[in-house]
Structures are given as structure tokens and as C-alpha cells.
């Protein structure tokens, strides 16, 4: 069974940063992608940042581009997302979500599994 687990989240001041970590077990695929994902109360899930596991080509939101990073582990098995520059506006529920095979790494019909989300507060 294949579970993603996400971790990192918290409340920081406009300007801080956080690292979202994104947990894989019983995943088996070697390649396809794996995305990080927002969404606050009422407005659609949108896609934040993505990176193919072969090859690590990186995916960005106009909005995260230059503040965001998408990284894999070593392992593979954990993808990261470091947070700079955070702003009031990039509050929301963050989801990691993983695709055996992808085209489009910030689509959400790509992604087949989904963690349960962690929650990141940015204040002004």
C-alpha cells in the first residue's frame, strides 16, 4: 500500500522559511513524478512545484519560481520543498502527491497518490 506522509509545516513571519518534507513507502516506481500542492478553504488545489524522479527536472508556479525549491533525497524516497521569501499569501494546506507516469507535473488529475497535507501559517 503506498502511503506519502508530509511534514514541516508550522506558523512563521512573512520573510521566514520552512522545508516541507514529503515520506514515501510502498511505492515501487522508479519514475513518473512527484508534485507539492496547495489549497486553502474554498479555491481549487493548485500545483506549487514539480520534479520528474528520472532526470530531476523542476516545476514551478510563476508565484514560487525564485522563493521555492523541489528537491529528492538520495533515496528518492522523500522529495523536500524548501519555502524562502514565504508570504501571507502562500498560507494554505500543502499536499505532496506522487504519479507512476507524468506529463504535466503541477496537473492534479496527473497524481494518483496524495498525503494528507501539512498546514503552513505565514503572517505578516
Known amino acids: 500500500q503506498v502511503r506519502l506522509a508530509e511534514s514541516g509545516g508550522g506558523s512563521v513571519q512573512a520573510g521566514g522559511s520552512l522545508r516541507l518534507s514529503c515520506s514515501a513507502s510502498?511505492?515501487?516506481?522508479?519514475?513518473?513524478?512527484v508534485g507539492w500542492f496547495r489549497q486553502t478553504q474554498g479555491t481549487e488545489r493548485e500545483g506549487v512545484a514539480g520534479i520528474y524522479r528520472r532526470g530531476g527536472n523542476t516545476f514551478y508556479r510563476d508565484s514560487a519560481k525564485d522563493r521555492f525549491t523541489i528537491s529528492q533525497g538520495n533515496a528518492k524516497n522523500t522529495v523536500y520543498l524548501q519555502m524562502n521569501s514565504l508570504k501571507p499569501e502562500d498560507t494554505a494546506m500543502y499536499y505532496c502527491?506522487?504519479?507512476?507516469?507524468?506529463?504535466?507535473?503541477?496537473?492534479?488529475?496527473?497524481?494518483?497518490?496524495w498525503g494528507q497535507g501539512t498546514q503552513v501559517t505565514v503572517s505578516s
Open positions: 510502498g511505492y515501487t516506481y522508479s519514475g513518473g513524478c
Open positions: 502527491a506522487a504519479a507512476p507516469y507524468c506529463v504535466s507535473p503541477l496537473s492534479q488529475s496527473e497524481y494518483s497518490y
